[in-house]
C-alpha cells in the first residue's frame, strides 16, 4: 500500500534538544495529522492540520500544513523522556477514505 | 464508550487456524478503517467502511481476509487458515463523518506460531 515517506527513520537525541522530523508525499492531501505510538500500544493523534499553510501547537509540539500540501513537518522543544516513541504522519484525501501513513520516525532521548 | 475498543488485545494462534479480530468504534462514528501493522513498520491499510457499506478493501491481502460491519457499528476482521506473514498488529480506526480526525484503537496482536 501507498506510505508516506518520513524522515529521519531515528533519532537519538540528548534531554532538552528541540527535534524536527518531516512527511513528503507525491500525492496532494486535505487533511495531515501526526500520531505518537507507544510499544504496545495505538496510534494517539498528537496534532491535526486541515489548511496548507496552517501552523498549530500543541504544548511542545508544533506541525504545519505545507503550501504545496504534499509535505508536513512537525517539531517538538525542549525534549523530555516521555517522548519517547515513535511518530508517524498520516495524509487524508479530499475523498476522507484515503488515509495514508508515513514509515515513521523512531525517537530516543536520552536522559 | 469514549474510545475505539479492539479484542482481543493479544492472539496467539496455530497455522492454518482461523481468527476473528472484533472492533468497537467511538459512538456515533460513520467511518471505520482496519490496518495492519508489521513490526517497524507504519499502519498499512486493509479496509475502510462507511456505516455498513464496505467501500474500500483494496488492501486487503488476500482472499483469506475477510471484514465485515453487518449493523453499521461492530466490525469484525476474519483471517482464515491463517499464516506465519499474517503475525502483525491489526488496528481499527474510526472517525465521524468529515473524516477529518480519525482515532485508533490499541490494536489486536496476532501472533501465528
Known amino acids: 500500500g501507498q506510505q508516506l515517506n518520513q524522515s529521519p527513520q531515528s533519532m537519538f537525541i540528548q534531554e532538552g534538544e528541540d527535534v524536527s522530523m518531516n512527511c513528503t508525499s507525491s500525492?496532494?492531501?486535505?487533511?495531515w495529522l501526526w500520531y505518537k505510538q507507544d510499544p504496545g500500544e495505538g496510534p494517539v493523534l498528537l496534532i491535526a492540520?486541515?489548511?496548507?499553510?496552517e501552523l498549530t501547537s500543541n504544548g511542545r509540539l508544533t506541525a504545519q500544513f505545507g503550501i504545496t500540501r504534499k509535505d508536513s513537518f512537525l517539531n517538538i522543544s525542549a525534549s523530555i523522556p516521555s517522548d519517547v516513541g515513535i511518530y508517524f504522519c498520516?495524509?487524508?484525501?479530499?475523498?476522507?477514505?484515503?488515509?495514508?501513513f508515513g514509515t515513521g520516525t523512531s525517537l530516543t532521548v536520552i536522559p | 464508550g469514549a474510545g475505539v475498543s479492539q479484542s482481543p488485545r493479544y492472539k496467539v494462534a496455530k497455522r492454518g487456524q482461523d481468527v476473528a479480530l472484533r472492533c468497537d468504534p467511538i459512538?456515533?462514528?460513520?467511518?471505520l478503517f482496519w490496518y495492519q501493522q508489521a513490526l517497524g513498520q507504519g499502519p498499512e491499510f486493509l479496509t475502510y467502511?462507511?456505516?455498513?457499506?464496505?467501500?474500500?478493501k483494496s488492501g486487503l491481502p488476500s482472499d483469506r481476509f475477510f471484514a465485515e460491519r453487518p449493523e453499521g457499528s461492530v466490525s469484525t476482521l476474519k483471517i482464515q487458515r491463517t499464516q506465519q506473514e499474517d503475525s502483525a498488529v491489526y488496528l481499527c480506526?474510526?472517525?465521524?463523518?468529515?473524516?477529518?480526525?480519525?482515532?485508533f484503537g490499541e490494536g489486536s496482536w496476532l501472533t501465528v506460531v
Open positions: 467502511f462507511q456505516n455498513e457499506a464496505q467501500l474500500d
Open positions: 500525492s496532494i492531501f486535505n487533511t
Open positions: 480506526a474510526s472517525s465521524t463523518t468529515s473524516g477529518n480526525t480519525i482515532y
Open positions: 492540520l486541515y489548511k496548507a499553510g
Open positions: 498520516a495524509g487524508i484525501s479530499n475523498t476522507g477514505n484515503q488515509f495514508y
Open positions: 459512538s456515533g462514528h460513520v467511518s
